[in-house]
């Protein structure tokens, strides 16, 4: 199988081309980095919003599956620049789905939990998507392109947690650094998601990729948790003072956008297809990194 990952320099994709060495035998990375080595795959630039780029790269890799990862994530910048969101999450997505049609390769594209607006929780895959952020819409705009794919799946994924494998940290690993620096930190209080790790949401997406399945499926963790009780889980688990973790609510905090109140996804349809996925709760899950107990 040659495998497509594009989006592979975030902290999500280097998880999945660690993981994606045992699940194909050809994989191929695209990335908005520079060119380098990671677990064995060259990240390959392309810029989704140049067609004969991206043309170009793509019949070079002549892929059978494409797991579509990159977008402007940050939702903050994509509401400072929501045209720019849209050429690279809606127009960068209608590139690749035109391109995989026609070669009839699967496409897995990876969304999220922001298409809701946090006010029906716990989500299931029937309950209709109602963003409330420029990202959240453009990912809304962006399964329905997905879904118009003969051999696709789309992936709604949580809040990921866990050390980060590249030279960026992730909040996981500001988390901890402010726990060892003592170095105070606001969290939510009153936003929920379900949180899940990154390498179990890599395990999940590389198996429905390499699986039959087709449509929707909601790919959370088992506990639906705080932003605030993260980090004293965090703390619990590190045996270190939970106290620079200072409890906010989102009304405290200025935002240019309503923040959802809870995105807690109902992840029953993927267990039910993928009964034997790994899926761990926050216990255990914590126990899997462990460096961080050194």
Request: charged share 25%; aromatic share 8%.
């Amino acid at each position: 199988m040659r495998l497509l990952v594009t989006g592979a320099s975030g902290q999500l994709g280097a998880y999945l081309l660690c993981e994606s060495r045992r699940a194909a035998e050809n994989v191929y990375a695209w990335s908005s980095s520079n060119p380098e080595q990671r677990f064995g795959t060259t990240l390959e630039p392309v810029d989704l919003t140049y067609d004969r780029e991206v043309v170009t790269a793509f019949q070079k890799t002549r892929p059978d599956v494409i797991i579509h990862m990159a977008a402007a994530s940050t939702p903050a910048e994509c509401r400072a620049n929501p045209q720019r969101a849209r050429t690279v999450n809606v127009e960068g997505t209608r590139r690749l789905a035109e391109l995989a049609n026609r070669a009839e390769c699967r496409l897995i594209t990876i969304s999220t939990d922001l298409v809701f607006d946090g006010e029906k929780a716990p989500y299931t895959e029937s309950e209709p998507a109602r963003a409330i952020s420029v990202y959240g819409q453009t990912k809304m705009d962006a399964e329905q392109i997905t879904a118009q794919h003969p051999n696709h799946a789309i992936v709604r994924i949580s809040l990921l947690f866990g050390p980060s494998l590249i030279h960026r940290p992730s909040f996981f690993d500001k988390q901890v650094e402010s726990l060892r620096t003592r170095t105070n930190l606001q969290l939510f209080e009153d936003e929920w998601r379900t949180p899940l790790s990154f390498v179990s949401a890599a395990k999940a997406i590389l198996q429905i990729a390499t699986s039959d399945y087709r449509g929707l499926l909601h790919v959370g963790g088992p506990e639906r948790m705080s932003r605030f009780e993260m980090g004293l889980r965090i703390a619990n688990s590190l045996g270190l003072d939970p106290s620079i973790f200072i409890p906010v609510v989102r009304s405290q905090i200025a935002s240019v956008e309503p923040r959802p109140r809870d995105v807690s996804l109902n992840s029953s349809c993927w267990r039910g297809e993928f009964p034997a996925a790994d899926w761990p709760d926050w216990k255990s899950a914590f126990a899997k990194f462990p460096t961080l107990h050194d």
